[in-house]
């Protein structure tokens, strides 16, 4: 069983919707870390959160917003997307900048 | 940044066949984990395998950091092998940056 847990685990929204997803880890790690992964393709990073501070956003579009309310947790806002964002999105935690990536099961976004 | 290559890109087996996989990276790595992410997408964690070797059942991983490339191993493979394996060095970012990965078919 994967200890970073991820919800929901699909979730299907119009362009104009406002959604979240959700993240939650309790390893005690204070790296947490959001991927988009497309179909046969890696993941690919969005941000990184160490010690619940924004540490990467690797030039990711406005429309994605990341918030990391405690150690604990990590949130990705979803607002005004386009279908070309429908993805799956894995969010990730390590005991911090250095260590072993754990991954949760992902959230399969499909954008109308 | 680092540049990952995973070879062979796609391979399909014969259930007990043994297979190697591989990764190559262009800079010297802090550390390096190889994963399987099953059908489901799930990511799950094989080896976190910086140098030497490690075996865990029917899988074992080798890392040569000074020649900068890391070999996967599956033994007998079985058809729940099926899925797409990652290998993802640390360089001096301590991101891991993920290569495209080997899509493997295990046949019955």
């Known amino acids: 069983d994967t200890e970073v847990t991820q919800t929901p685990k699909h979730l299907v929204m119009g362009m104009t919707n406002k959604k979240s997803l959700k993240c939650e880890q309790h390893?005690?790690?204070?790296?947490m870390y959001w991927y988009k992964q497309k179909a046969k393709k890696p993941p690919e990073l969005m941000f990184v959160?160490?010690?619940?501070?924004?540490?990467i956003n690797e030039s990711v579009p406005s429309r994605f917003s990341p918030e990391c309310p405690n150690s604990s947790l990590l949130n990705l806002h979803l607002h005004a997307l386009q279908p070309e964002d429908s993805a799956l999105y894995l969010c990730?935690?390590?005991?911090?900048?250095?260590?072993?990536?754990?991954f949760g099961e992902g959230s399969r976004l499909t954008v109308l | 940044g680092i540049q990952v290559e995973q070879s062979p890109p796609d391979l399909i087996l014969q259930e007990g066949a043994n297979s190697t996989l591989r990764c190559n990276f262009s800079?010297?790595?802090?550390?390096l984990q190889w994963f399987h992410q099953n059908p489901w997408g799930q990511l799950i964690n094989l080896f976190y395998?910086?140098?030497g070797t490690k075996q865990n059942g029917r899988l074992s991983a080798t890392t040569v950091a000074t020649e900068r490339y890391s070999l996967l191993y599956i033994s007998s493979s079985q058809t729940t092998d099926s899925g797409v394996y990652f290998c993802?060095?640390?360089?001096?970012?301590?991101?891991?940056?993920f290569g495209r990965g080997t899509s493997l078919i295990v046949h019955p």
């Open positions: 990730a935690s390590s005991q911090d900048w250095v260590g072993e990536l754990f």
């Open positions: 390893m005690g790690h204070r790296a």
């Open positions: 959160y160490s010690y619940e501070k924004l540490s």
């Open positions: 800079d010297s790595v802090n550390n």
């Open positions: 395998i910086p140098s």
């Open positions: 993802a060095p640390q360089g001096g970012s301590y991101i891991p940056t």
